[in-house]
């Protein structure tokens, strides 16, 4: 498994945490967040990169998926789904000069490890109409 695919997973697993610990917070006024956690035990730069584009623009991706993955809203889907379609799209947004299929390929390979069998379909859908969208306002 190559550096980029681990960073993925990783910027994925950060993204998980953030779930997980927005909603500990609620109840746990000293709970640290799950940055510092997993940054002092792997430290990746392009996870790193990934996760700060997903979390800065999250209000932009998140609309991108729920305009694109039809009858489905965010807080339905699967946690580890949303958060592979998040760091997916932060790739897409943030990394231009990486193609779609690539992103897209990673993703799927990391869904085939982490999320169910019948996720992989819906977020090759998803990302493939995102992937499209993106590269029709970069070209429009």
């Known amino acids: 498994m190559g550096t980029r695919r681990k960073s993925r ?16 917070r609620r109840r746990c006024v000293g709970c640290s967040g799950p940055r510092a956690t997993m940054w002092t035990r792997r430290r990746a ?9 997903a979390s800065e623009r999250r ?8 305009s694109h ?6 807080e339905r889907m699967a ?6 379609l ?5 790739e897409l947004l943030g990394y231009p000069k990486t193609p779609a299929a690539i992103v897209i390929n990673e993703s799927l390979e990391i869904a085939r490890r982490y999320a169910a069998p019948e996720s992989v379909q819906f977020l ?8 499209r969208d993106v590269l029709k306002q970069r070209l429009g």
């Open 45 to 53: 730069d392009f996870a790193e990169d990934l996760y700060r584009v």
């Open 86 to 90: 998040r760091a997916a799209v932060a």
């Open 79 to 84: 946690v580890v789904d949303r958060n592979l």
């Open 9 to 24: 997973e990783l910027a994925m697993q950060m993204l998980f945490r953030a779930t997980w610990a927005s909603r500990r």
């Open 69 to 74: 993955a039809e009858n489905w809203r965010l």
């Open 124 to 131: 090759n859908g998803v990302l493939d109409a995102i992937a």
């Open 59 to 66: 209000a932009e991706i998140d609309a991108l998926i729920e």
